[in-house]
């Protein structure tokens, strides 16, 4: 028998999620059940179709959206360039995309890839939260087809104010909602929006696309002849009842679950702030996702801290320049104007205790000032 | 680009990683005088964030970027308090 491969030490929900209970049974059930072509009429077709329905019928109403808005893709990084480019492709004002600094990259590499854009004239504030006032100036341009902005920062939690933008007549609104689905509800005013079922406990390889029932929208891809217009390729049809499966639990059990969220992560960013030197904790300390948290330690190299606290049992994600292939930093932190290395990004999984980041915060200053000492600081 | 500024000490940390020119910047801010610039040349793309932040978080005053002799991007800092690393 070996170790389990996690434990409370994983703090690192944001990049994913372990299977929620309330899904491996589903999943379990579907892979006999729902093995089969939904498009066949025979029996074993019609069942796997009833499954696609039900996922597709549960998850409109945990997002409280029409089961045909609803898409199942094979990623969330799917649904952000199908979603996204969609309404490109409908536009008939222009391919260009304003977009935030601090979009992730799924939207940074769909607009390089198929449209054009640039997000120099949409300012965000030290605490990453994107100026809207700028963001609807820009969007007044020509030839602007769609608007890019997130629901919920990704790497520092931040929430975006999506729904109080007013963009002019006729452009549509793309929400890449990957960091919040299922955790937060869905703000108003997008005609697309992408969500990922990895991050909320969902099995990996199952996307949601949402796109709204009198959006212009077409499809940027090559089509296909499944039961869903926007979608290609053979469904994953027991991968996505998991995915809503576990999209229900989270809406049903959120409330509690982020509340006591939202208080671990303050004890993290008090005692962060408070017990290491030279720290800093970024992202907007009240209006953010509930469950995650970003700080940055000066002179400390990003990989020898994941490693360090690897060591110690700790799973936590750093977007350092120091730990990335490319060696460039994080475009998040770079247009917010904070520390780029050093960091650590620490995400709860829905059953972190206050034990569990006590223990953290007490491993924490012990490690910092170790690899400090290394360079004689 | 060329130097724009007239520094009291130009560190060269050309060739090294992130977070190396920031590491460096702290040990020799204590080698100027209060009211002197030091510059950091790098061509660690971090560094025209993370000198800039270094500065706010260790309450120095960043002066802006400019380039070295050979073009190499330089980040200039004035010493305005003993505080160091």
């Known amino acids: ?377 | 680009m060329s130097p724009a500024h007239e520094v009291a000490l130009e560190l060269d940390c050309r060739d090294l990683p992130c977070p190396m020119p920031v590491i460096e910047l702290a040990r020799h801010l204590a080698d100027v005088e209060v009211g002197e610039l030091l510059a950091v040349v790098a061509h660690d793309p971090a560094a025209a964030v993370d000198v800039p932040a270094w500065c706010r978080m260790k309450r120095q005053e960043y002066v802006g970027a400019d380039a070295a002799d050979d073009g190499a991007p330089r980040y200039v800092v004035r010493r305005v308090r003993v505080g160091s690393s």
């Open chain 1, 1 to 377: 028998m070996t170790a389990a491969s996690t434990g409370p030490g994983d703090l690192d929900s944001a990049s994913s999620a372990p299977l929620h209970p309330a899904a491996r049974e589903v999943l379990l059930a579907a892979l006999d059940r729902g093995y089969a072509d939904p498009r066949r009429l025979h029996r074993a077709g019609r069942e796997a179709r009833l499954l696609l329905d039900n996922a597709r019928e549960a998850t409109a109403d945990a997002l409280g959206v029409r089961p045909d808005e609803v898409t199942f893709t094979p990623s969330g990084t799917h649904a952000v360039h199908l979603g996204l480019l969609g309404l490109v492709r409908g536009s008939r004002r222009g391919t260009r995309v304003v977009h935030s600094p601090v979009e992730h990259s799924a939207v940074r590499h769909a607009v390089a890839w198929g449209a054009e854009g640039d997000d120099r004239a949409v300012h965000v504030d030290r605490q990453g939260r994107v100026d809207g006032g700028s963001l609807v100036e820009d969007a007044c341009s020509p030839h602007v087809g769609v608007v890019a902005l997130q629901t919920a920062n990704h790497e520092v939690a931040t929430l975006q104010p999506v729904g109080e933008l007013e963009l002019p007549n006729d452009v549509p609104l793309f929400t890449d909602a990957c960091a919040s689905m299922g955790r937060l509800p869905l703000p108003d005013g997008w005609a697309a929006a992408a969500g990922s079922a990895h991050k909320w406990g969902g099995p990996a390889g199952v996307g949601v696309l949402l796109v709204r029932k009198r959006a212009r929208w077409r499809n940027p891809f090559p089509g296909d002849d499944r039961v869903d217009e926007r979608s290609t390729g053979f469904e994953n049809v027991p991968a996505v009842l998991a995915a809503a499966a576990s999209l229900q639990a989270v809406v049903a059990e959120r409330d509690e679950v982020n509340a006591r969220q939202h208080e671990l992560v303050d004890v993290v960013r008090r005692r962060v702030a408070a017990e290491v030197p030279d720290v800093e904790v970024v992202g907007d300390p009240e209006h953010r996702l509930p469950h995650l948290v970003r700080f940055s330690c000066l002179y400390v190299d990003g990989e020898a801290l994941v490693t360090e606290l690897d060591r110690l049992g700790f799973g936590i994600a750093s977007g350092s320049a120091c730990t990335a292939s490319t060696l460039t930093p994080s475009h998040v932190l770079e247009a917010m104007g904070v520390l780029t290395h050093g960091n650590v990004r620490l995400s709860l999984q829905r059953g972190t205790t206050r034990a569990d980041v006590d223990a953290f915060c007490d491993a924490l200053p012990g490690v910092v000032a170790e690899i400090r000492s290394r360079v004689g600081l």
